[in-house]
């Protein structure tokens, strides 16, 4: 029988991954406690003085919710049998537990991904020159041609030598930050300022982070091993079939856009000349980052631009999941089919 630690550890290790990147889970819960507070002070809910929630928090409070879906543990310790001495104890023990388990996954993704870019890099054509490095990232970023390109804000012109120059430089014109999207979100790298979504969330390396860190078998072995690097060679439907990945550990039969975030970003860390994780890399903010790409998937600004996200989100099923899992991520209108219709005549 599994130790509760070990267990709640092991759920903790879905929440970088498809809930927050960074946010601490105690101020997640301490969002849904001030809600819980405030709604038992304020009934009327149309109260001119009432205090809307602030974006940060309608942001945290949308984490949690995402938390209570993939780790069930804080959905049982969560509510008004929570408010007792001892179910605050259970709530700060397993806050602990789960974030260990949170940043493990983390780290273990982020070397993993180390080395499985570099090795997709290196057997590229033409070959790198120089090659890159499998552990070492200090000959990545903007000191390589190759990792440059990927990184590099789809609104400045990298085929111009002037503009390396510029961002190796820091100049203030040419500035790196989680405010344009870089390159190798896009398919082919090619960006269409006349179109600027056309092929956003499509990159080559993106689609292969993703199933490295999700779908591989060998992404199993670091939830067995919480440590060692697996390999990151593509494996056959018959091992893919007969071992267990990330995903499928997760129950996760649809991909999620807070997952895509997640790889983007440690993708973005694993191109980068960066050699330890942190928020802030010189001007670029991952966190800030993350909840670009998150706000893109989650908040569309438009019914239109909801149904382009639902074609988009369908293309990534379609990619990770294939034809086999059509019914978890596009089910079919049943209701509105024949059989269903014939029964109401």
């Known amino acids: 029988m599994n130790k509760p630690g070990l267990s709640l550890t092991r759920e903790g290790r879905a929440v970088r991954r498809v809930v927050t990147l960074v946010e601490p889970i105690t101020d997640l819960i301490a969002e849904y406690d001030r809600r819980e507070i405030q709604a038992a002070g304020q009934q009327d809910l149309s109260d001119p003085e009432m205090i809307l929630p602030t974006t940060e928090q309608q942001r945290t409070y949308r984490a949690y919710e995402k938390l209570i879906q993939w780790c069930p543990s804080v959905h049982k310790l969560v509510g008004p049998a929570s408010k007792a001495d001892t179910a605050g104890l ?16 983390r780290a273990d993704d982020s070397a993993m991904l180390k080395i499985a870019i570099a090795q997709w890099l290196n057997e590229s054509q033409p070959c790198p020159d120089p090659p890159f490095n499998l552990r070492e990232k200090n000959g990545r970023g903007f000191n ?61 390396y ?26 990151v060679s593509r494996p056959s439907r018959t091992r893919q079939q007969s071992r267990h990945h990330v995903a499928k550990i997760l129950k ?10 997640y790889v983007a970003t440690q993708l973005r860390f694993a191109l980068s000349s960066c050699s330890c994780w942190m928020i802030v890399d010189e001007d670029f903010n991952h966190e800030e980052f993350y909840h670009n790409i998150v706000d893109y998937f989650e908040l569309p600004s438009s019914p239109q631009k ?21 019914s978890h991520y ?5 209701h509105s089919l024949s059989i269903s219709l014939s029964r109401k005549a």
């Open 144 to 204: 390589h041609e190759i990792t440059g390109k990927l990184l590099c804000p789809v609104d400045y012109d990298w085929a111009n030598a002037d503009v390396h120059t510029a961002i190796r430089e820091f100049h203030p014109d040419f500035r790196v930050t989680a405010h344009c999207w870089p390159s190798f979100l896009y398919a082919d790298g090619e960006y269409d300022p006349a179109m600027p979504a056309k092929g956003l969330f499509k990159g080559k």
């Open 306 to 326: 909801a149904a382009e996200l639902n074609d988009l989100l369908l293309w990534w099923n379609l990619k990770i999941f294939g034809h086999v899992s059509v």
């Open 206 to 231: 993106l689609v292969m982070a993703f199933r490295c860190v999700f779908t591989s078998p060998g992404s199993m072995q670091n939830e067995v091993s919480c440590g060692n690097i697996p390999q």
């Open 90 to 105: 259970e709530i700060a023990f397993a806050c602990k537990e789960l974030q260990k388990g949170a940043d493990g996954a």
């Open 252 to 261: 996760m039969n649809t991909v999620q856009p807070r997952a895509i975030a």
């Open 330 to 334: 596009r089910p079919q209108p049943v």
